[in-house]
Structures are given as structure tokens and as C-alpha cells.
């Protein structure tokens, strides 16, 4: 007798099979739209690397937010583009700095309808672009640029922002900020904390929709590219720390690191697909070089699947339109 075929094909065989089967499900509200806010504009400005993706005023957030929430996404996470920067970023700490401004006015834009977050790092307000204030010798100062993020916290907690972005890969930044938020009295500030972020070339495009005035890099606080294992040992100690949420960063191209962390996390794991990821799909997408669609969405389900509960990615509202679109259906 010869070995009966073992056929995994039957489960393939029809549109409401394979849904059936499907391992990995996407929903609006595991998605999370970062949008970046810009100083002194009263109308919206497209970002050359990043095509469909804007700089907004004040006003056409307010519209995105609204729209956002509309398609029943999770949250939205806010970036300020300041229009003047110095050494120790002092727009990140004042009330009246856009991110500031930009998280009151959307908090009152949407309420609860979503969940408001905002960047917690000093890149986008030093006049050097690092991600912290810098020792006399230029290296990144770790302890004295907790002592900003710390103020930085306050002023985004009493701004009304839900949950603080921890961006800036400096050691004990996940203590500090926490310590410091309970100590006013904002227990209930959530902290997610960007854990494994990897020193990327894909974070190329963002740079300029923030406008950064890096110049160099940021190897000396960001993660070896190369790293698997630290990643998790950064999960872990973020963790530890009392982070709510962790977070791999950049997603696509660290699938493997998100598997690891998705396997020892006690707390949600999110990741964060980024610009360059998305400059890519659109990119070969505009060319007629793959199906935009369905690379869309092959790419942020991808993600999931390695272990994400939830994704940061540029097309949120556009995914979240589609899928509503097909459950009308
Ligand atoms: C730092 C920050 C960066 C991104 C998010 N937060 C850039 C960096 O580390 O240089 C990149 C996001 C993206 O590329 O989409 N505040």
C-alpha cells in the first residue's frame, strides 16, 4: 500500500475555508496612526519621502484624528516639528510647545473615541537632532537627559496624553519617567516604551518629516542591528521597570526579534513599521512594481503574525477603511 497523500490544500479550497483557517486576524483597533504636528503652518505639507503622508497644522490633525477614530482605529502617536530647536530641546518641556498644544487640542478633538499617545525623546527639539542633551565632549548624556525626560513626561501627562512614547533609548528612562509620574500624581499615565529599537536606515524618511538636524548617528544608544538576544534583554528590563507596553522597532525587517519578545513578554507587544518601511511599498507601488493593496496588507498582517497585538504603521486609517469596507460587504 502506498502512503495516503497528506492534503493541507483541502483547507484552501474556498474563500470561506480559508477564512476559517486563518491563524492571524487584523482588526481597526490594533492599529495605531503616528502623525506629525508642525509649528507656525495653517495648512497641511506633503513629505517628499513619505508619499500620502503629511505635515499638519493644528486644524487638519484635528480632521486626521477625527478620521482616524472614524475608522475605529486604536490611537493615534504624536510627533511636534518645532519651529525653533536648542541644546537641551526646551520646546519638549514647554506647555506651549506644539507637541503640547497638539495633544490638548486632539485630546478635545476626540475624546476617548481613541487613544492619544505622544513621542517622549528630545530629537525633534535639540538644535544637534540627538535623542538626549550631550555631555561637554559631545557623547549623549544618559543621566542628565533622564532628568528632561522626566519633565518632558509632566508636561505631556497634564497636556492629557494617555500613553507616553519612550523613544530615546536611555537606560532607566522607563524608572525614571514612572517614578516621576506617580510622584504628581499620573498613576495612570501608561508608559510604552520602544525597547528594542535598532539603530535603522529605515528611519531615513522620518527624519525628514520631523526635519532632523542629526548628523551622524545614533549607534551609541540605539540597538546593534546585528542583536537578536538584546532585544529581549531590553524587553526585559523595560519590563522590570514597569513599562505597560514594549515595543520592537523597526518591524518588518526584525520579525525575528518581535517573535522572541512576543514569546517572554508579560505585557503587550507592539511594533512599529516605519517610514522607510512604508516609503519602500510605496515607492515600488507607484511604479507598478507590486499590488499597493495587497502588499499593504500583506506586510502589516506579517507583523501580527510574528507576535504583535498591535502595529504603529502610516497606513492605519487606510487599512482600517478597507477592512470596514469588506465587513460591510
Ligand atoms: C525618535 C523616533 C524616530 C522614529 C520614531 N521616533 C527616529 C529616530 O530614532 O531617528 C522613527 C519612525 C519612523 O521612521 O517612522 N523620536
Given at each position: 500500500m502506498t502512503t495516503p497523500?497528506?492534503?493541507?490544500?483541502?483547507?484552501?479550497?474556498?474563500p470561506a475555508l480559508r477564512r476559517l483557517a486563518s491563524e492571524?486576524?487584523?482588526?481597526?483597533?490594533?492599529?495605531?496612526?503616528?502623525?506629525?504636528?508642525?509649528?507656525?503652518?495653517?495648512?497641511?505639507?506633503p513629505i517628499v519621502s513619505m508619499p500620502g503622508?503629511?505635515?499638519?497644522?493644528?486644524?487638519?490633525?484635528?480632521?486626521?484624528?477625527?478620521?482616524?477614530?472614524?475608522?475605529?482605529?486604536?490611537?493615534?502617536?504624536?510627533?511636534?516639528?518645532?519651529?525653533?530647536?536648542?541644546?537641551?530641546?526646551?520646546?519638549?518641556?514647554?506647555p506651549r510647545g506644539i507637541l503640547n498644544v497638539a495633544t490638548r487640542a486632539l485630546v478635545d478633538e476626540v475624546g476617548?473615541?481613541?487613544?492619544?499617545?505622544?513621542?517622549?525623546?528630545?530629537?525633534?527639539?535639540?538644535?544637534?537632532?540627538?535623542?538626549?542633551?550631550?555631555?561637554?565632549?559631545?557623547?549623549?548624556?544618559?543621566?542628565?537627559?533622564?532628568?528632561?525626560?522626566?519633565?518632558?513626561?509632566l508636561a505631556q501627562a497634564a497636556a492629557g496624553s494617555q500613553l507616553l512614547g519612550l523613544s530615546g533609548m536611555m537606560d532607566g528612562q522607563v524608572a525614571a519617567v514612572r517614578e516621576t509620574l506617580d510622584a504628581a500624581g499620573y498613576?495612570?499615565?501608561?508608559?510604552?516604551?520602544?525597547?528594542?529599537?535598532?539603530?535603522?536606515?529605515?528611519?531615513?524618511?522620518?527624519?525628514?518629516?520631523?526635519?532632523?538636524?542629526?548628523e551622524g548617528d545614533r549607534r551609541t544608544y540605539q540597538l546593534n542591528p546585528g542583536n537578536r538576544r538584546e532585544g529581549v534583554r531590553e524587553a526585559e528590563i523595560d519590563i522590570a521597570e514597569g513599562a505597560d507596553v514594549v515595543m520592537v522597532k523597526p518591524a518588518g525587517v526584525y520579525l525575528d526579534v518581535l517573535s522572541d519578545v512576543a514569546a517572554m513578554s508579560s505585557v503587550p507587544v507592539w511594533a512599529y513599521q516605519v517610514s522607510g518601511e512604508y516609503a519602500m511599498i510605496e515607492a515600488a507601488?507607484?511604479?507598478?512594481?507590486?499590488?499597493?493593496?495587497?502588499?499593504?496588507?500583506?506586510?502589516?498582517?506579517?507583523?501580527r503574525r510574528a507576535g504583535a497585538d498591535a502595529v504603529l504603521t502610516y497606513w492605519a486609517t487606510e487599512l482600517a477603511t478597507w477592512m470596514n469596507e469588506e465587513t460591510a460587504r
Open positions: 497523500i497528506i492534503r493541507p490544500r483541502r483547507l484552501r479550497a474556498t492571524t486576524h487584523l482588526h481597526p483597533s490594533q492599529l495605531v496612526l503616528p502623525l506629525f504636528v508642525r509649528e507656525g503652518i495653517d495648512k497641511a505639507v503622508v503629511m505635515q499638519h497644522s493644528i486644524d487638519s490633525a484635528k480632521r486626521a484624528v477625527a478620521e482616524a477614530a472614524e475608522a475605529g482605529i486604536g490611537g493615534v502617536m504624536l510627533f511636534g516639528v518645532p519651529t525653533v530647536r536648542d541644546a537641551i530641546g526646551s520646546g519638549a518641556t514647554d476617548d473615541a481613541l487613544v492619544v499617545q505622544t513621542d517622549l525623546c528630545l530629537d525633534e527639539f535639540t538644535d544637534h537632532g540627538h535623542c538626549g542633551v550631550l555631555a561637554v565632549d559631545g557623547s549623549v548624556d544618559n543621566d542628565a537627559t533622564l532628568i528632561r525626560y522626566n519633565d518632558m513626561a498613576e495612570d499615565t501608561a508608559l510604552l516604551a520602544y525597547s528594542a529599537k535598532y539603530a535603522s536606515a529605515f528611519y531615513g524618511p522620518f527624519r525628514d518629516a520631523v526635519e532632523s538636524t542629526l507601488a507607484a511604479q507598478g512594481w507590486i499590488d499597493r493593496k495587497r502588499s499593504i496588507e500583506e506586510s502589516v498582517l506579517s507583523i
